[in-house]
């Protein structure tokens, strides 16, 4: 979110964490760190992706921490939604890119081998290309730019997430949310936007659904709904 992040600081002060940590637990408390050492609380969180989860589960262990949730692009709340991310891929992908995906993702979900971090960086590429609807050519707006993608973060972290999510656990963390959110998602996000609009809308205090036009996962990097995306985060942060 390095893109963002820069055009947000023109109005105010912004931290983009890296996170580290190799457990769920792990990052959550590197995340609330930061915030304590570096932040005037509280202060409005904007989490893209994996990074909506991390700030969601935050939020709720950490309700005074935040005055603000901003969710873009979020994974969906309950797993008969999740269902649909990979089909949703696969039928945008060419044979030999559904082929190396299928290879790439055979080697993240099995334990006893390892996926190396490159071949996980080519995931994000291939995932990346079919997740946009009408991407900006340029090299300053690419999502995995500059990025060290590790695959075992992901494998030992995204187990733990995917049960919270099974068990209902991650959506009734949001009973502990105190603070407004708001999510904003693509209508061409493999991501079902209902994923996350229906499940939330059931269980937060004070929740607000927008729903962008010809975007995709990386609202930032789209043509047509960039400049519409930032409107919304600025007047959010204002």
């Known amino acids: 979110m390095a893109p963002v992040a820069r055009e947000l ?5 912004v931290l983009e ?12 408390e590197e995340m609330r760190a930061l915030l304590v050492q570096n932040a005037s609380l509280p202060v409005t969180l904007i989490g893209f992706s994996w990074g909506a989860w991390l ?6 262990r950490y309700p005074t921490l935040v005055k603000g ?3 873009v692009a979020s994974g969906p709340f309950l797993e008969e939604y999740a269902l649909q991310i990979l089909p949703t891929r696969l039928s945008r992908l060419n044979e030999a890119e559904r082929c190396e995906v299928k290879e790439i993702l055979k080697s993240l979900e099995c334990p006893s081998v390892s996926c ?6 080519r995931l994000g590429e291939i995932f990346s290309s079919c997740d946009s609807f009408d991407p900006i050519d340029s090299e300053t707006e690419e999502p995995h730019a500059d990025v060290l993608c590790q695959a075992e973060i992901y494998q030992s972290i995204w187990k733990e997430a995917e049960l919270l999510r099974r ?18 998602h693509g209508d061409w996000d493999p991501h079902p936007a209902e994923g996350v609009a ?9 929740f607000r659904f927008i729903l962008l036009s010809n975007c995709g996962h990386n609202p930032w990097i789209e043509r047509q709904t960039k400049d519409k995306f930032y409107s919304i985060l600025k007047e959010l942060i204002a």
Do not use: H, W, Y
């Open 9 to 13: 600081s023109n109005l105010r002060g």
């Open 17 to 28: 964490p890296m996170q580290t940590a190799g457990t769920l637990d792990g990052q959550v």
């Open 55 to 60: 700030s969601f589960i935050l939020a709720a």
């Open 69 to 71: 949730l901003v969710l």
């Open 116 to 121: 190396e971090d490159q071949s996980f960086s």
């Open 167 to 184: 068990t209902g656990e991650l959506l009734e963390a949001g009973r502990r949310i105190i603070c407004p959110v708001v999510a904003i």
């Open 198 to 206: 229906e499940p939330l809308s059931s269980i937060l205090k004070s």
